[in-house]
Structures are given as C-alpha cells and as structure tokens.
C-alpha cells in the first residue's frame, strides 16, 4: 500500500508520487486533492493502480489522478493518461467498459414553483418513456445495416429520424460523431448486444434526473448557457450499453496476446494494452469509436424521449421546445490530442477513465458561443445530491491533459453498499427530502446511495482551487429515474 509519507508535497491540492517510488515507474503520478479526498484515495487501491500505469511504455507527462478517483479495472476510475503518437500504447482496460459513458445537459424555462403538481406525474412518464435497467432493449430495434451507420454517423443518424436539432449536434462533444469508427473491428456478439439497446439507460450509476437550478456562480456564463436560477433541468448519464461493453471485454482478451507479441511487460495485466500503431491497437481504437459514436446516438435518443416526456405532462404543443441542450461530454475514451507538454506541443493519445475533457477559450471545436467561455464540464453528484456545471480553464493543459473529475467518487463498493443499506428506506428518505424516485430494483438503488460517494462539494472545491475548472451552476435533484 502506499502511504501519505510516500508522496510529495506541491500545493494543498496537488500531491506526487514520483518516479523514485517505483524503478519501474515512467513518469510520476499527480494526485490532485485536499487532505479529506487524499485519504479517501488511500484507503483502496486507487493509487497504487495509478502507479501500475506508471510503469507503462511510450507514457509522457504523468499520470493524473481526478480527486473523485475509486478502485477500478486495471487503471483508476478519475485517471488520465497520454502515450507518445505514433510509437506509444493504447489499452482497452485504461478507457474502461463502458465506453464513451458521459453525461448531457438539458434545460427549460420552466419554473420549478409552478412544476411542482407534475413532478410526480412527469417521474412516471418519464420511467415509462426511457427504459432503464440491466439488459433493458428499447424501442427502436435497430437491423444490422442501421447499426453500422449508427457506429459511423454516431448523433448526426438520429437527427436524420427526427430525434433532435442542429444545436443538439453542435453542444455535443465531437459534434456527436467521431470520425475514424470501423464497424469491421466489432465483433458479432456485439453487434448483436447493441441492436436493441438504443435509446435505452442500463443500470449502475447511469441515471435521468430533473433538476432545479438552483444557484449561479457565473452569471455571464451561465446567461450564454441558457441556464436561468428557478428552472428546470435534467441530465442524462448513460454510454454505449452491451454494445461498448463487449467491444472492452473482446480486446482486453485480445490484447492477452499482443503484450507477449510485442514484448510489454505489465505490472497489471488488466492493463493489457498494445501498440498504437500495430493492427492490433489500430483495431481497437476503430472499434472504441463505434462504440463511442452509438453512446453518442443513445444520449440523442433519451434525450429527444425526455422532450415527448415533458411536452405530454406540461401539455406542450408537438413543436414547442421544452428542453434545449447545454452540452454533451464524454469519459472513457482515448483521444488524439494535441498538448503542450513539459514546454513542448505534443501529439498524444488521452486516455480519459472517469474523467472528462475540460479544454478552456478559443478551443475551435466548441460551438461559436462558447469559445469565449471554455468548455463546459458536466459533474452530477451521488443520487440525492447536487450536480455542477463547470467551465474548463486553459492552464489546466499542462496541469491535466486539459481533464477534469467526472462525478463524486465512491468511497464504498457497491456490494458493501447493497449489504449495508436497504434500498426501501434509502428511497424513503429521499422522498422525505422531495426527491421523487423510479427505480427498477430497490438492492440496485441501495448500491448507489449518497453515504457510498464522496462530497460531490468537495471535489469541485479541489478542481477549483488548483486550476482546473471553475463552477458556473449548482443543480439540485428532484426526480431520479434509474434502472
């Protein structure tokens, strides 16, 4: 285990550990953390995981650690990594399973005061129109010809069926589409999870919330973003489903075989990995952005399923616009990106898991409105607890690969979570604090209660105070929709 004296000391948010603590060690590892959350990450083995990573090849920088960091599969959930381009290594284990899992923003100009007789109503049409839950196929069944252009054109495929708008495309990350997907690097078993799974939350920690907005920080910002004190929001937190999920599993069994053939040695072999130029990572990479283009086209068709929701509660005309989008951004990905790196501009692969991208002004890849700003960053809390809208900070490229945290953080797993708490009482208690819940399976809602997260507070204070992203809005939770 590593201990507290084992690092070293730079601000009161930022700690390292450096390359002396491992010979093996590439470069060192940045914790970014108050003391509370420094402890927290010492109590699993989230760093020592960020050390494992470390010790990868063609790594450059560091490895940065988000202060919502929790024990993962192979690299810490809240890690962020970049290998050299061409010559570095991509690995499947370091994205994570559920790839391209993000979260989108939308809001109303609908009161909170004069929505509180539909909140009940609008919880269960919102349950009933966006199916939730492991396994849970949707409505749309989608034939092996639509999967591939849905893997190819990722959100831009569900405007073509009428499931969204030009500014939806515009406030999503990437535009709603990478490029580069190859539908020929999926397996058939995928294929097949994915058909039916569109427009579909899961389980887990993926979840539909309305939200009020209920204080802002940033009012210049916050004015551009459409975000008005009083209103109505809601998220949507979900990813690519079975289908990316099997895309994960079929490569880290792949890349079993890759790290002999190249000769890697690992300090994890969840951290199987393969060079990025080879078939083998070219391979992957293909197929990890088919399945983040499908995650894209998800979060387009729960979030034109929240619109029907809220037009059939609030009687809204069929072409009115109740919920327009803030953005879309995405974590568990692996990017080529550009970043000046110890004094020197450098082409890398980013690898973000349970982190989001966090770039500041004058990015040319966000829409018109916002370069001024920076990118928005979207951090929902535990189940229960506030949600933050965040803009990134230019400097934090050198600090972070430009990435920030992505939520609270577990502090408890999530079958001492299901032993210790009884999901019947937990959803008791939140509807004692006016938090109206659809949950499919009372043990699933019991996994993700607030005691088993971090101080969501907390860590936007960390990410704050050392540079990263600054707070525009704070959300609170009225209605969770969940699997």
């Known amino acids: 285990m590593i201990k507290k004296q084992d690092l070293q000391f730079i601000n009161d948010y930022l700690w390292e550990i450096p390359t002396a603590f491992n010979e093996k060690m590439t470069v060192p590892v940045w914790i970014f ?32 650690i988000m202060p919502d960091v929790h024990q993962g599969y192979g690299m810490p959930i809240g890690g962020v990594m970049a290998s050299r381009v061409p010559d570095g290594i991509i690995s499947p284990g370091a994205v ?35 199916p939730s839950g492991v396994g849970r196929k949707g409505q ?8 591939e252009k849905v893997c190819h054109q990722g959100a831009c495929w569900t405007l073509q069926q009428g499931y969204g708008t030009d500014e939806d495309l515009r406030r ?30 899961g389980a887990g920690n993926h979840f539909l919330e309305v939200d009020v907005i209920e204080e802002i920080f940033d009012p210049q910002a916050a004015n551009i973003m459409g975000l008005w004190e009083g209103c109505l929001a809601v998220q949507i937190h979900c990813g690519s489903r079975g289908f990316g999920h099997q895309i994960c599993t079929d490569y880290v069994q792949d890349f079993q075989w890759a790290v002999i053939n190249y000769g890697i040695e690992l300090p994890d072999r969840e951290l199987v990995c393969a060079p990025l130029d080879s078939p083998e990572g070219q391979s992957y990479l293909g197929a990890m952005k088919a399945a983040a283009n499908y995650a ?27 919920l327009h989008q803030v953005y879309d951004i995405a974590h568990n990905m692996a990017k080529i990106e550009k970043h000046l790196i110890q004094g020197e501009n450098l082409t890398v692969c980013v690898h973000r898991k349970g982190a989001t991208r966090a770039f500041g002004s004058n990015f040319e890849d966000l829409p018109s409105e916002y370069r001024a700003l920076g990118q928005p960053v979207l951090v929902p809390g535990s189940m229960g607890t506030e949600s933050w809208v965040l803009l990134g900070i230019g400097a934090n490229d050198e600090l972070s690969f430009g990435s920030s945290c992505h939520g609270a953080g577990r502090v ?45 507070s ?24 969940k699997g």
Do not use: W
Request: hydrophobic share 40%.
């Open 33 to 64: 953390a108050d003391e509370g959350l420094l402890e927290a990450a010492l109590n699993d083995l989230s760093l020592i995981q960020g050390v494992n990573v470390a010790c990868l090849p063609g790594l450059v920088g560091h490895v940065a």
């Open 96 to 130: 994570g399973y559920d790839i391209n899992c993000g979260v989108r923003l939308l809001v109303s100009e609908i009161d909170y005061q004069s929505a509180i007789p539909y909140l009940e109503t609008l919880a269960h049409v919102l349950y009933s129109n966006c």
């Open 140 to 147: 749309i069944s989608l034939s092996v010809a639509q999967l």
């Open 172 to 201: 999503t990350e990437e535009f709603g589409c990478i490029e580069g997907a190859d539908y020929s690097s999926v397996s058939e078993r995928a294929k097949e999870r994915g058909k039916g799974q569109l427009g579909t939350l």
């Open 296 to 322: 894209f086209a998800n979060r387009q068709t729960l979030a034109h399923l929240a619109r029907c929701s809220f037009q059939q509660v609030f009687g809204l005309q069929a072409s009115a616009m109740p």
């Open 412 to 456: 408890m797993s999530r079958h001492k979570a299901k032993k210790s708490i009884r999901g019947q009482l937990l959803r008791e208690e939140l509807e004692k604090e006016g938090i109206r819940v659809q949950v499919g399976s009372l043990p699933g809602l019991a996994e993700e209660a607030p005691s088993a997260y971090k101080d969501v």
């Open 458 to 481: 907390q860590v936007i204070k960390t990410v704050a105070k050392a540079g990263i992203a600054s707070p525009v809005a704070r959300l609170r939770p009225l209605v969770v929709v």
